[in-house]
């Protein structure tokens, strides 16, 4: 039952009649997972730890960046380098002392996906890219749990609720993962900052109407946003009577093979170089390191011989790498890089392009901190 403190807290709350001290309860006694702690689950946590979400929890294994903060609004300068769920947890403490929130400081995987989320009544999908948006999907199926989905691009982003009351699933809008190279999210392409703010508000929105009753819930529907235009637009979403989720849910697990994404790339095979050749080659300077990340992301590489372009800016400064014969260029995940050589190809005629393989591991950092500090 909610104390006296907790009545006063979300007394303007309670004042509508369509949630009541009824619906409060209901709140306080309902988990939800969100999944990513970047633009669109800052506003999303903010607003459901506001909002009396009896217990959250958060999963997200990255670090906050200093190119994060002009939309992920729960962190500051000072949260730069640390993990974005524990600062999250803090922030949110802050806010709501009267509900239990959960840290995950981990990337969500085929391998732990179906045990965090089996914990939780609603999922959030607050991710940036196509493999764990099919994972969460494939896993709230496996769950039969709803998933309030949201995504953005650059002035534009869209809102739906999927699985929920056996309405559409993220396949019957995506029935199959795309190619890395047909793809790209806000590291690669930009966005607006208040974008992420908007769409997750929505998010929380329909959240809160799962939870408590109150109004239509987006299911079966794609809600489409444009900053630009200050416009909504609304597309009905049928569920895919043609999908199989048989194997899926008579194997009762999920298999990270299947969450990988296919590169079409033009770049061959060939013109790839693995972490320990790369790292062979910063102590010899066969290859100088060109780092295509943005700016605002932690830097790796203060080494001579290392230069940092970002790939917006690469057109601009070919001069910089016209007599390097020999060039490695590294991301964070490989699809930059290999954006940047097709480049590079195209605009310098030099020796040796190489990309690195499956762009900056975890592996790869501890691997190159352990050859600085020798």
């Known amino acids: 039952m909610l104390t006296t403190e907790e009545k006063s807290f979300y007394s303007r709350q309670i004042m509508v009649d369509e949630i009541g001290l009824f619906g409060q309860q209901k709140l306080a006694d309902a988990s ?121 691009y650059r002035f534009e982003g869209q809102v739906s609720v999927f699985n929920y009351n056996n309405g559409p699933t993220y396949r019957c809008l995506y029935p199959e993962m795309p190619s890395e190279e047909s ?101 010899t300077g066969e290859y100088v390191i060109l780092d295509v990340r943005d700016h605002g992301e932690l830097p790796l590489f203060l080494a001579d011989g290392v230069i940092q372009i970002p790939l917006n800016e690469l057109t601009y400064n070919l001069n910089k790498l016209s007599n390097s014969n020999k060039l490695a260029v590294i991301c964070k995940s490989g699809i930059r890089s290999r954006k940047a050589i097709e480049l590079l190809q195209k605009e310098l005629n030099l020796n040796d392009l190489r990309t690195l393989e499956n762009g900056i591991s975890d592996q790869f950092i501890t691997a190159w901190k352990n050859k600085k500090e020798q």
């Open 32 to 152: 939800v997972l969100v999944i990513g702690a970047g633009g669109l689950g800052c506003p999303v946590l903010q607003y459901i730890t506001a909002a009396g979400v009896g217990n959250i929890g958060i999963i997200d294994g990255d670090v906050v960046t200093l190119s994060n903060l002009h939309r992920q609004i729960l962190f500051s300068i000072d949260s730069i380098g640390k993990n974005k769920s524990y600062e999250a947890v803090k922030a949110l403490k802050r806010l709501n002392p009267y509900i239990e929130i959960t840290s995950f400081p981990y990337k969500i995987t085929a391998e732990n996906a179906v045990s965090i989320m089996n914990g939780y009544d609603i999922l959030v999908d607050c991710t940036d890219n196509y493999e764990t948006r099919f994972l969460v999907n494939d896993a709230a199926v496996l769950l039969n749990k709803p998933l309030v989905y949201g995504a953005i």
């Open 183 to 283: 793809t790209t999210n806000c590291s690669i392409s930009g966005v607006i900052g208040v974008l992420p703010g908007i769409i997750g508000l929505l998010q929380a929105n329909e959240v809160l109407k799962i939870i408590t009753g109150y109004g239509e819930v987006l299911s079966g529907k794609i809600l489409v946003y444009s900053a630009q235009k200050n416009s909504f637009d609304n597309y009905s979403l049928s569920r895919n009577l043609e999908l199989d989720y048989t194997a899926l849910l008579q194997n009762n697990s999920l298999h990270a093979n299947n969450y990988q994404q296919s590169c079409s790339s033009v770049i061959d095979q060939q013109l790839t170089i693995d972490h320990e050749t790369l790292l062979q080659s910063a102590e």
